[in-house]
């Protein structure tokens, strides 16, 4: 089955840095990849997503990019704010299968005021 | 409108019991998803169903988990003979189809004494 890795487990960045976390997977059949922010004791909410047919996808400060040769794809935040501060969860699902995602272990991303 | 709900929001009950949890989707959503999530660890998959089958329940840990959905909307997600490492949030989601925006609901949180 999918195999979803993700880096860093953890990230600190002082306001108004970038911030990157990047994760990797093993299904190249693979084809929508959403991007979920979980604030401590409260559900998971997508921020945005890319499907396999463009490489880049832009909302604000945040920054989606997938290379599909290289099985990886990377959520950008620039200008980081504190309020930014949260688990962030990748996830993969393929089109075979597309009801089932499979997700990455999170990055905790603390933004320093 | 409502967001995805579930209850009971936490669940306390003790190693052999039978516990039934429910998810109401958002109205109009023919996806809904259930996953359990650990802590420090991203959702885990266990079941999706488009109306009101399961079109894939692999991410079930064994014979003791089942979960429907018989009229499309409600569903209830069901442990028999519960066991320690069962305890865990359980989190439910819906979409209007499958790769599309799913929106979670607040979680159960088991704990099986």
């Known amino acids: 089955g999918e195999n979803v890795e993700q880096h860093p487990s953890t990230l600190s960045v002082q306001e108004g840095d970038s911030a990157v976390i990047k994760c990797t997977y093993s299904?190249?059949?693979?084809?929508?990849f959403p991007w979920y922010k979980q604030e401590l004791g409260k559900r998971p909410q997508l921020i945005i997503d890319?499907?396999?047919?463009?490489g880049e996808k832009k909302d604000q400060r945040i920054a989606v990019t997938l290379n599909k040769t290289a099985k990886h794809f990377s959520l950008h935040i620039t200008e980081t704010q504190p309020e930014d501060s949260a688990v962030y969860f990748c996830?993969?699902?393929?089109?075979?299968?597309?009801?089932?995602?499979?997700f990455g272990d999170g990055t905790t991303l603390t933004v320093k005021p | 409108g409502a967001g995805v709900s579930q209850t009971p929001s936490n669940k306390v009950t003790e190693k052999g019991k039978y516990v039934e949890l429910r998810c109401d989707p958002i109205?109009?959503?023919?996806?809904l998803y259930w996953y359990r999530q650990s802590l420090g660890q991203g959702p885990e998959f266990l079941i999706y169903?488009?109306?009101?089958?399961?079109?894939?329940d692999s991410g079930l840990p064994n014979d003791r988990f089942f979960a429907v959905r018989p009229e499309g909307s409600v569903s209830t997600l069901k442990i028999q003979r519960t066991e320690r490492g069962d305890s865990a949030v359980y989190l439910c989601?819906?979409?209007?189809?499958?790769?599309?925006?799913?929106?979670f609901g607040p979680g159960t949180r088991l704990l099986v004494l």
């Open positions: 989601a819906s979409s209007r189809g499958v790769q599309e925006t799913q929106y």
């Open positions: 299904d190249s059949a693979s084809n929508y």
């Open positions: 890319i499907r396999s047919n463009v």
């Open positions: 996830a993969a699902s393929m089109g075979a299968n597309a009801g089932k995602s499979t």
């Open positions: 109205s109009g959503h023919t996806a």
């Open positions: 169903f488009q109306g009101t089958g399961a079109a894939d």
